[in-house]
């Protein structure tokens, strides 16, 4: 989209139509007044790529009117002597290789909204860590900290924290038209599965009433159900960090094991998954050619529009019921925000993201119907959300057992061989030990290199 600039000296916009706000009410975690002198006015570069401001249902929504917008004029309002100028950018790729040039280092952002895990990473020798300036028991309120550190660890200290969580993408979950469930006498409400073959034997009950099972995407069938298998069954986002580092391998015969079950996929979905976009599978699913899908909350108010009371939500089956991590799912905080080293300003720009990260405002970002779930612990989600789905969903992400998104842990260049491989062992055209032994070797051929 067009780079667009938010002149942040505009008049102040209303911040009427937010809800929430009162669970936290007298938290206040930024400076009330900015400490500098009136001579000393600050401006705050801000490269927004994570916040809404657009909305696809309505094309005619003023910018003022975008929950962004609104915070940064309390922010402002709060200190008057520090402004933020917001620039809208795109979220792709070319964010990653815009922020380190020479010229914007030195026109660049102070505070940057950006993916999370190794895309954040990878730009740490322009990164601030959050030491000091995010205290420790503001961090004890918020989730997700394991994506904005190198070993991956939740409880990582304060100088090997990249960035700051920003929110939550939810947690990957089935999705399912009820009423093609119940001819096949399958409620996932009440008798969902436990382990891998309790969930084949319920794709058998669907399969035999002449639906197809499952509609699934490429990305669904690796990152969303094969690696969630693997996550869980190797602790979570800190032992896929040791796959990628060497410290274990995806051929170990646990692992295998999990491909072979994997493969069997193939014959309960519509086919064609291994290259099919994600659009062709919802559609699919819409139109009623398969009883379910995968996806995360990004799914729920399209479901919603196919489907009203007969869309349903269920978590991704375990792959056993003793493995370290059940009950999860991939997800977690796909996005986070940054402050540049080479800011001027860093503690007025921690005070920003600080503010943007208070009770309060995660409070009311998700009230404001934008679609955003938070990372704020302890809070009642039902204040926030009218539907049902929504609230499991944000509940749902707050819990450990959800798995940090593989691919935002994994080497790019990794990802891009596990997806390869991936479709060859999904058609059958390799075996899963050959899937496995062919991603190690381009493991180690990164770690060499």
Known sequence: MEQEVFDATSPVHSTAGHSGGAATAGVMFFPAKATVGAQDDIEIVFWNSTLPVEDSSDKTKA??????YQAIDRFQEANPNVSIKMENLPGGPELFTKFPHRECRENGPCVMGLWSGTYLLALKEFIEPVGSYFPDDERALLTGWEAVNESFDPNAPADQLYGVPSGSDGVTAIFYNSALLEEAGVDPATQWVTNIDEFYATLDKIAATGITPLALEQNA????????????????????????????????PELVDIVTNWQRLADYTIPGAETMDGDVATQLFAEEQAAMTT?????????????????????????????????GGIGGPGAAFLVSNYCEHKKEAYDFVRFLMSPEELVTRAGAGEGQL???????????YDDPLMVQQQEWALRPSTIFWPD???PAELTTEIKAQSQLAWTGEIDAQTFMERIDAKRDELLEG
């Open 63 to 68: 910018l003022e009117d975008f929950y962004i």
């Open 221 to 252: 069938i690796i990152w969303q159900i094969l690696l969630y298998w693997i996550g869980q069954t190797v602790g979570g986002a800190a032992g896929i960090n040791e796959l990628a580092s060497g410290v274990r391998n995806f051929s170990d």
């Open 295 to 327: 996806g995360g909350a990004w799914t729920i108010d399209d479901g919603r529009a196919f489907f009203g009371e007969d869309f349903g939500m269920i978590g991704m089956p375990d792959y056993s019921a003793d493995a370290p991590i059940t009950g």
């Open 374 to 384: 938070i990372n704020l612990k302890d809070f009642d989600a039902t204040e926030l």
């Open 408 to 410: 935002n842990i994994l």
